[in-house]
Protein backbone atom coordinates (compact mmCIF):
# COMPACT_ATOMS: atom_id res chain seq x y z
CA UNK A 1 0.00 0.00 0.00
CA UNK A 2 1.34 3.44 -1.01
CA UNK A 3 4.41 1.48 -2.46
CA UNK A 4 5.34 0.03 0.82
CA UNK A 5 5.80 -3.79 1.53
CA UNK A 6 3.48 -5.31 3.82
CA UNK A 7 5.19 -7.98 6.52
CA UNK A 8 4.51 -11.65 6.20
CA UNK A 9 3.49 -11.71 9.30
CA UNK A 10 1.12 -8.49 9.41
CA UNK A 11 -2.90 -9.17 9.21
CA UNK A 12 -3.70 -8.76 5.38
CA UNK A 13 -5.97 -5.64 6.32
CA UNK A 14 -3.46 -4.25 8.46
CA UNK A 15 -1.14 -0.90 7.29
CA UNK A 16 2.63 -1.73 5.59
CA UNK A 17 4.91 -1.65 7.77
CA UNK A 18 6.03 2.49 6.83
CA UNK A 19 2.00 3.15 7.83
CA UNK A 20 2.14 5.45 4.59
CA UNK A 21 -1.64 3.99 3.38
CA UNK A 22 -2.89 4.97 -0.13
CA UNK A 23 -4.23 8.05 -0.51
CA UNK A 24 -8.02 7.50 -2.20
CA UNK A 25 -10.90 9.42 -2.24
CA UNK A 26 -12.45 9.28 -5.65
CA UNK A 27 -13.83 6.41 -7.66
CA UNK A 28 -11.57 6.12 -10.26
CA UNK A 29 -9.01 5.70 -7.00
CA UNK A 30 -10.66 3.29 -5.34
CA UNK A 31 -11.12 1.28 -9.23
CA UNK A 32 -7.70 1.53 -9.99
CA UNK A 33 -6.81 -0.41 -6.27
CA UNK A 34 -9.30 -3.24 -6.85
CA UNK A 35 -7.87 -3.70 -10.07
CA UNK A 36 -7.03 -6.24 -8.46
CA UNK A 37 -9.17 -8.75 -6.75
CA UNK A 38 -9.59 -8.65 -2.56
CA UNK A 39 -6.70 -6.17 -2.32
CA UNK A 40 -6.84 -5.52 1.18
CA UNK A 41 -6.83 -9.26 1.58
CA UNK A 42 -10.45 -9.52 3.52
CA UNK A 43 -10.79 -12.71 2.74
CA UNK A 44 -8.13 -14.30 4.85
CA UNK A 45 -8.69 -12.03 7.96
CA UNK A 46 -11.02 -14.62 9.85
CA UNK A 47 -10.26 -13.22 13.41
CA UNK A 48 -11.71 -9.63 12.15
CA UNK A 49 -14.55 -11.49 11.20
CA UNK A 50 -14.87 -13.21 13.87
CA UNK A 51 -14.98 -10.00 16.50
CA UNK A 52 -17.06 -8.27 14.20
CA UNK A 53 -19.53 -11.05 14.15
CA UNK A 54 -19.40 -11.23 18.07
CA UNK A 55 -20.11 -7.48 18.21
CA UNK A 56 -22.81 -6.79 15.18
CA UNK A 57 -25.00 -9.89 15.36
CA UNK A 58 -27.19 -8.99 17.93
CA UNK A 59 -27.99 -5.11 16.62
CA UNK A 60 -28.75 -6.33 13.20
CA UNK A 61 -30.12 -9.81 12.93
CA UNK A 62 -33.84 -8.87 11.40
CA UNK A 63 -33.14 -5.30 10.93
CA UNK A 64 -32.80 -2.84 8.20
CA UNK A 65 -28.99 -2.16 7.37
CA UNK A 66 -27.18 0.65 5.38
CA UNK A 67 -23.66 -0.29 4.94
CA UNK A 68 -21.48 1.76 3.99
CA UNK A 69 -18.09 1.13 2.06
CA UNK A 70 -19.35 -2.35 1.14
CA UNK A 71 -16.39 -3.17 -1.26
CA UNK A 72 -16.72 -6.36 -2.73
CA UNK A 73 -19.33 -7.73 -0.47
CA UNK A 74 -17.10 -9.56 2.00
CA UNK A 75 -19.45 -8.40 5.12
CA UNK A 76 -22.34 -8.20 3.18
CA UNK A 77 -22.10 -12.25 2.87
CA UNK A 78 -20.00 -12.94 6.27
CA UNK A 79 -21.91 -10.17 8.69
CA UNK A 80 -25.24 -8.66 7.23
CA UNK A 81 -26.82 -11.62 5.77
CA UNK A 82 -28.29 -12.18 9.26
CA UNK A 83 -30.09 -8.92 8.55
CA UNK A 84 -33.67 -8.87 7.09
CA UNK A 85 -32.81 -6.63 4.70
CA UNK A 86 -28.95 -4.66 3.38
CA UNK A 87 -28.40 -2.02 1.35
CA UNK A 88 -24.68 -2.14 0.62
CA UNK A 89 -22.77 0.98 -1.31
CA UNK A 90 -19.61 1.39 -2.45
CA UNK A 91 -18.41 4.78 -4.61
CA UNK A 92 -16.39 2.07 -6.63
CA UNK A 93 -18.31 -0.19 -9.70
CA UNK A 94 -15.17 -2.37 -9.83
CA UNK A 95 -15.99 -3.44 -6.42
CA UNK A 96 -19.72 -3.03 -6.69
CA UNK A 97 -20.01 -5.40 -9.42
CA UNK A 98 -18.07 -8.30 -7.29
CA UNK A 99 -20.40 -7.80 -4.50
CA UNK A 100 -23.66 -8.02 -6.96
CA UNK A 101 -22.15 -11.26 -8.06
CA UNK A 102 -22.22 -12.97 -5.05
CA UNK A 103 -26.49 -12.99 -5.45
CA UNK A 104 -27.06 -12.29 -1.46
CA UNK A 105 -31.08 -12.93 -1.64
CA UNK A 106 -31.28 -10.03 1.19
CA UNK A 107 -28.75 -7.30 -0.07
CA UNK A 108 -29.14 -4.68 -2.94
CA UNK A 109 -26.33 -2.34 -3.83
CA UNK A 110 -25.65 1.23 -4.57
CA UNK A 111 -22.80 2.56 -6.90
CA UNK A 112 -22.24 6.17 -5.43
CA UNK A 113 -20.35 7.95 -2.71
CA UNK A 114 -21.40 7.69 0.46
CA UNK A 115 -22.45 11.17 1.18
CA UNK A 116 -24.93 11.38 -1.59
CA UNK A 117 -26.92 8.49 -0.71
CA UNK A 118 -30.04 8.91 1.79
CA UNK A 119 -29.17 7.71 5.30
CA UNK A 120 -33.30 7.49 5.88
CA UNK A 121 -35.66 4.71 6.74
CA UNK A 122 -33.01 2.19 7.88
CA UNK A 123 -32.92 0.92 11.40
CA UNK A 124 -28.94 0.48 11.73
CA UNK A 125 -26.11 2.43 9.86
CA UNK A 126 -22.53 0.68 9.42
CA UNK A 127 -19.75 2.66 8.46
CA UNK A 128 -16.64 -0.06 9.10
CA UNK A 129 -13.26 1.22 7.84
CA UNK A 130 -14.43 3.06 5.06
CA UNK A 131 -14.77 6.85 7.13
CA UNK A 132 -11.31 7.68 7.17
CA UNK A 133 -10.97 8.10 3.86
CA UNK A 134 -12.88 10.90 4.18
CA UNK A 135 -11.26 14.51 4.71
CA UNK A 136 -12.13 15.76 8.65
CA UNK A 137 -14.96 18.21 7.03
CA UNK A 138 -16.40 15.42 5.21
CA UNK A 139 -16.47 13.09 8.41
CA UNK A 140 -17.82 16.06 10.47
CA UNK A 141 -20.55 16.32 7.60
CA UNK A 142 -21.06 12.91 7.50
CA UNK A 143 -21.91 13.18 11.60
CA UNK A 144 -24.22 15.50 10.91
CA UNK A 145 -26.17 13.74 8.39
CA UNK A 146 -26.73 10.97 10.10
CA UNK A 147 -27.74 13.30 13.03
CA UNK A 148 -30.14 14.89 10.17
CA UNK A 149 -31.38 11.43 8.54
CA UNK A 150 -30.73 8.92 10.86
CA UNK A 151 -31.71 10.27 14.14
CA UNK A 152 -32.45 8.22 16.95
CA UNK A 153 -31.22 5.48 15.73
CA UNK A 154 -27.79 3.24 15.62
CA UNK A 155 -24.58 3.94 14.10
CA UNK A 156 -21.71 1.08 13.92
CA UNK A 157 -18.49 3.00 12.99
CA UNK A 158 -15.21 1.38 12.83
CA UNK A 159 -11.35 2.67 12.33
CA UNK A 160 -7.62 3.13 13.33
CA UNK A 161 -7.23 4.90 16.44
CA UNK A 162 -3.95 6.03 15.68
CA UNK A 163 -4.05 9.67 14.83
CA UNK A 164 -4.60 8.46 11.34
CA UNK A 165 -3.30 11.05 8.97
CA UNK A 166 -4.00 13.05 12.03
CA UNK A 167 -7.97 13.33 12.44
CA UNK A 168 -9.10 10.07 13.58
CA UNK A 169 -7.66 9.23 16.96
CA UNK A 170 -9.69 7.91 19.55
CA UNK A 171 -9.46 11.51 21.19
CA UNK A 172 -10.44 13.21 18.18
CA UNK A 173 -13.17 10.88 17.46
CA UNK A 174 -15.26 11.73 20.94
CA UNK A 175 -15.05 15.27 20.75
CA UNK A 176 -16.50 14.94 17.33
CA UNK A 177 -19.81 12.64 18.59
CA UNK A 178 -19.78 14.76 22.31
CA UNK A 179 -20.14 18.30 19.93
CA UNK A 180 -22.18 16.76 17.68
CA UNK A 181 -24.58 14.96 20.12
CA UNK A 182 -23.90 11.22 19.54
CA UNK A 183 -24.29 9.01 22.22
CA UNK A 184 -21.27 6.26 22.75
CA UNK A 185 -23.17 3.53 24.06
CA UNK A 186 -20.09 1.41 23.80
CA UNK A 187 -16.49 1.11 22.09
CA UNK A 188 -14.65 -2.00 21.07
CA UNK A 189 -11.30 -3.40 19.81
CA UNK A 190 -11.25 -4.66 16.65
CA UNK A 191 -7.22 -5.07 16.25
CA UNK A 192 -3.92 -4.49 18.00
CA UNK A 193 -1.08 -2.62 16.13
CA UNK A 194 1.09 -5.05 14.48
CA UNK A 195 4.54 -3.06 16.11
CA UNK A 196 7.02 -3.75 17.92
CA UNK A 197 7.93 -7.40 17.72
CA UNK A 198 5.39 -7.88 21.34
CA UNK A 199 2.65 -6.59 20.04
CA UNK A 200 3.09 -8.60 17.45
CA UNK A 201 3.21 -11.74 19.74
CA UNK A 202 0.31 -10.40 21.64
CA UNK A 203 -1.52 -10.70 18.35
CA UNK A 204 -1.09 -13.89 17.46
CA UNK A 205 -1.75 -14.63 20.91
CA UNK A 206 -5.27 -13.55 20.46
CA UNK A 207 -5.88 -15.93 17.80
CA UNK A 208 -5.64 -18.42 20.19
CA UNK A 209 -9.24 -20.31 20.56
CA UNK A 210 -11.16 -17.61 23.12
CA UNK A 211 -8.30 -15.06 22.92
CA UNK A 212 -10.76 -12.39 21.18
CA UNK A 213 -12.30 -12.17 25.00
CA UNK A 214 -8.83 -10.31 26.13
CA UNK A 215 -9.03 -7.90 23.13
CA UNK A 216 -10.66 -5.11 25.14
CA UNK A 217 -8.69 -5.58 28.03
CA UNK A 218 -5.17 -4.55 25.92
CA UNK A 219 -3.82 -0.93 26.76
CA UNK A 220 -5.01 1.66 24.11
CA UNK A 221 -1.73 1.78 22.94
CA UNK A 222 -1.29 -1.39 21.63
CA UNK A 223 -5.00 -1.36 19.66
CA UNK A 224 -4.99 -0.40 15.92
CA UNK A 225 -9.01 -0.19 15.43
CA UNK A 226 -11.50 0.38 17.07
CA UNK A 227 -15.52 -0.47 16.62
CA UNK A 228 -17.74 2.51 18.28
CA UNK A 229 -21.73 2.15 18.89
CA UNK A 230 -23.05 5.57 18.64
CA UNK A 231 -26.61 6.65 18.98
CA UNK A 232 -27.55 9.53 16.88
CA UNK A 233 -29.11 12.72 18.82
Known amino acids: MGGCRRSPDEPPYAPASCYDPPVMRTADDFNRYYATPDPWGYARATFRDKVLRRRLTRSIRKKSVLELGCGEGHLTQVIFHRARSVTAVDISDVAIARARALNLRNARYENTDLLDTSFGGYDVITAIECIYYLSHEEQGAFLAKVAREH ?25 EFKTLGFTVIKFYNLSVYWHPLSARIVGKLLKLPLGYRLLDRLPERMIYQ ?8
Open 151 to 175: SGKLLWLSGPIIDYQRYFGHRRLML
Open 226 to 233: RLYALRAP
